[in-house]
C-alpha cells in the first residue's frame, strides 16, 4: 500500500552552455505524463524565455529517448517556433550508449541534494533544486496540467 500512494515527479533539465545557467522543469505525474507533448511543451518554452536574436542559430544536444527528443510532435514544433521567431534550430543526437552531457552534472547534483532531504510534498522538489547550487542557482519551474499544450494537430 505504501508504494502505491507515491507520486512519480519527473525533472527535465537544459543547460545554457553560452551563460552556464541552469533550468529545470519538475512536475507530477497527476500533472502530466512522459510523452511526446509534455517534453515539446516544455523545450518550446525553454527557448520562448530564452534572448534569442533575428537570424540566431540554436543547436539543441539531446539523447537519443523518441519519446521525448525525436518524434514528430517535436519536430513540428521547433519548426514552428524557428518560423515564428526566425531562428534557425538544430538538433544532434548523441550516439547510443554514448550519452554523457553536461546536463548530466545537473542530475548528479540535484540527485545528492534530494539524498539528504526529506521529501513530503512533490512541490519539495522545487525548493531542494534551487538550494543545490549556491552560486548561480538553478531555474526551477513547477508545472501543472494547463501548462502542457497539444501538439498532435
Known amino acids: 500500500m505504501y508504494y502505491q500512494t507515491k507520486l512519480t515527479v519527473h525533472n527535465q533539465c537544459f543547460l545554457d552552455l ?28 525553454f527557448l520562448s524565455n530564452l534572448d534569442l536574436k533575428e537570424g540566431e542559430t540554436i543547436i539543441l544536444w539531446s539523447d537519443n529517448c523518441c519519446a521525448q527528443n525525436k518524434n514528430q510532435y517535436l519536430a513540428s514544433a521547433l519548426l514552428n517556433f524557428s518560423v515564428l521567431h526566425n531562428v534557425t534550430i538544430i538538433a544532434k543526437y548523441l550516439m547510443c550508449g554514448h550519452t554523457q552531457m553536461e546536463v548530466d552534472n ?7 541534494k534530494i539524498k539528504l532531504n526529506d521529501i513530503d510534498l512533490p512541490t519539495n522538489y522545487v525548493r531542494i533544486i534551487r538550494q543545490t547550487r ?8 513547477y508545472l501543472t496540467y494547463n501548462f502542457f499544450k497539444n501538439f498532435d494537430s
Open 18 to 45: 553560452k551563460t552556464g545557467q541552469g533550468y529545470c522543469y519538475v512536475w507530477n505525474e497527476s500533472q502530466g505524463g512522459l510523452v511526446a507533448n509534455v517534453y515539446a511543451s516544455i523545450i518550446i518554452d
Open 106 to 112: 545537473m542530475h548528479s547534483c540535484i540527485g545528492s
Open 134 to 141: 549556491e552560486k548561480k542557482p538553478y531555474i526551477v519551474e
